[in-house]
Nanobody, 123 residues
Framework: QVQLVESGGGLVHAGGSLRLSCVVS????????MGWFRQVPGKEREFVAT????????YYTDSAKGRFTISRDNAKNTVYLQMNSLKPEDTAFYYC????????????????WGQGTQVTVSS
């Protein structure tokens, strides 16, 4: 079975930083593209960032550009989301996701999901 476990969420003040981690336990040996999504009550799950298996290609939602950085360490089976200059509007439940194809921005393109981690940014 494929499992994704997020960590690193928490409460920070506006302007602060936080790094999320997602560890993938994979018995198939597949090369996954990874993505980060977030969701708040009353809204659909929103794309934040994605990265292909090699790490050479990354994509971000407009609000994340210049503030967030997605990266990965395949030797550790881990993908990261470094979040700087956090704003209250970044408050959400953040999910890690994996797919066996190229990087994508739609929730429907991903095959596996973690349980998520809460990020709260106070004003």
């Amino acid at each position: 079975q494929v499992q994704l476990v997020e960590s690193g969420g928490g409460l920070v003040h506006a302007g602060g930083s936080l790094r999320l981690s997602c560890v993938v336990s994979d018995r198939t040996g597949s090369r996954y593209s990874m993505g980060w999504f977030r969701q708040v009550p009353g809204k659909e799950r929103e794309f934040v960032a994605t990265i292909n298996w090699s790490g050479a290609r990354t994509y971000y939602t407009d609000s994340a550009k210049g503030r967030f950085t997605i990266s990965r360490d395949n030797a550790k089976n881990t993908v990261y989301l470094q979040m700087n200059s956090l704003k209250p509007e970044d408050t959400a439940f953040y999910y890690c996701a994996a797919r066996t194809q190229s990087a994508a921005v739609s929730t429907r393109d991903y095959d596996y999901w973690g349980q998520g981690t809460q990020v709260t940014v106070s004003s």
